[in-house]
């Protein structure tokens, strides 16, 4: 997702709107300036401490010592806050608060303080009154319908030219159309995220990036899993990889709710032992490579890391803070994983066998490398593990819903039927973004 220092002569074999992605010489992590912030946000506290305990002490210069201890502070905020020169295209015109986005403005009431209500909804514990439904569902039922005004099938109060279609055969019929309309130029696909429009401070994802990029990535993707049945992984297999990490666990550590603040500060007490068994196995049929437990747990934390910096207006993301802190050293990171990626992409198809057998250029393998770092991070990486998570909560939960007392689950068919039921009613993905108009350009 990281974009380069721009396009280079093999870029220009697939066109010049490939996309961004990272190559393994972007990022550069400077520990020096992480140090400067440290010693900047130390001034911030100490500065106004130290001149009111000499104000006290000497019991005169009031003056200077006021001057001085308001104007440190001032002073670092002001670089802390300073714009770092960003190396991408900027999404929109995007200011402290809000972004415009294909002519829809984007502000705190429409987009930042609705993101708020819906996180907090997701995040609500315990069960309603009968002891059996999550009062999360509750909750996100009541967000969904607080969005709409009038249809309850349309949310309209995000604003400007958008709206969320709820009902099911309209969903239906705008998913089957999506190929062909993108094939007539009607439908795109933005740097979103579910509910979350990202800047492009990490790079585009990888749905947000153009048609001639998803036509070099698409087969490879393709043979890695879906189409990889039977020759990369085979039910029997994976079924045995799952119960071997399960065998090996005395307990069961495992909260998405608690993990994102872990996941920034301290990786190792994140509570994802299902998201790390899961990302190892995930590399082990795709790409035949071995990760380790602490390589697990980094790819899990970027899981989190990743998306910081883009959920955030592009101007507080290009600030030296977050450039220093988060930005760039989780830059270095994807860049270090997609290095690797790419020599297992090579190992796995030494010519672009989907593309008539040519070399692979830069361009290509960076875009590939950099798709298959999005499925792990952002797609199946991070659904599937939440798929899981639902499942076994429900067979293991003591608050069950009296539909499934007695259920017996060592019983596969038992264990399917309660997998699609519960992804109808918890959907890992909560909404498809799609932009749409009349017309091609």
């Not at 790819?299 to 760039?328: E, G, S, V, W």
């Not at 290509?364 to 499942?391: C, E």
């Not at 109808?424 to 993905?429: E, K, L």
């Amino acid at each position: 997702m990281v974009p380069r220092e721009g396009p280079g002569p093999e870029t220009q074999l697939l066109g010049d709107d490939v996309g961004t992605w990272i190559g393994d010489e972007d990022a550069d992590d400077n520990p020096f300036c992480r140090c400067i912030v440290g010693l900047l946000c130390a001034a911030i506290c100490i500065a106004p401490l130290s001149c009111l305990i000499l104000w006290i002490a000497l019991a005169g210069h009031g003056t200077v010592l006021c001057a001085i201890g308001l104007g440190i502070p001032i002073i670092a905020i002001f670089i802390l806050c300073f714009p770092v020169p960003f190396d991408g295209e900027d999404l929109e015109p995007s200011g402290c608060c809000g972004f415009r986005l294909n002519d829809a403005e984007f502000g705190i009431n429409n987009y930042f303080q609705r993101l708020g209500t819906f996180a907090k909804a997701a995040s609500s514990s315990g069960f309603g009154d009968d002891g059996t439904v999550a009062k999360f569902r509750v909750k996100l039922r009541g967000w969904f319908e607080d969005q709409t005004d009038g249809d309850p099938n349309i949310g309209t109060k995000f604003g400007a030219n958008t709206q969320m279609v709820y009902s099911w055969s309209d969903c239906k019929q705008r998913m089957t159309a999506m190929g062909s309309r993108i094939s007539q130029q009607t439908l795109k696909r933005e740097n979103e995220l579910a509910l979350v429009v990202l800047n492009n401070s990490m790079g585009k994802f990888g749905l947000g990036t153009s048609n001639k990029a998803h036509s070099i990535v698409r087969p490879y993707l393709a043979h890695l899993f879906d189409c990889a049945e039977g020759e990369g992984w085979t039910f029997q297999r994976l079924q045995s990889q799952f119960e071997g990490f399960f065998a090996d666990l005395d307990i069961l550590d495992h909260n998405l709710v608690t993990r994102n603040v872990f996941d920034v500060v301290a990786p190792s007490k994140s509570k994802t032992i299902v998201t790390q068994m899961v990302l190892k196995i995930l590399h082990r049929i795709a790409l035949d490579m071995d990760i380790n437990d602490e390589e697990a747990k980094e790819l899990t934390a970027m899981q989190t890391t990743d998306l910081l910096p883009m959920a955030c207006p592009l101007r507080i993301a290009k600030t030296f803070f977050m450039t220093a802190c988060l930005t760039n050293p989780v830059r270095q990171q994807e860049s270090k994983w997609c290095a690797r990626y790419k020599r297992a992409i090579q190992a796995k198809w030494p010519v672009m066998a989907f593309h008539g057998g040519r070399p692979w250029n830069e361009a290509s393998l960076n875009v590939t490398a950099s798709a298959f770092l999005d499925a792990m991070l952002q797609a199946g990486g991070r659904s599937v593990p939440l798929a899981i998570d639902l499942v076994m909560g429900y067979m293991l939960s003591k608050n069950k819903p009296p539909c499934l007392n007695g259920v017996d689950f060592t019983n596969e068919t038992n264990i399917k039927a309660l997998l699609f039921e519960a992804m109808r009613y918890h959907p890992p993905v909560t909404t498809v973004p799609m932009w749409t108009r009349d017309t091609p350009d």
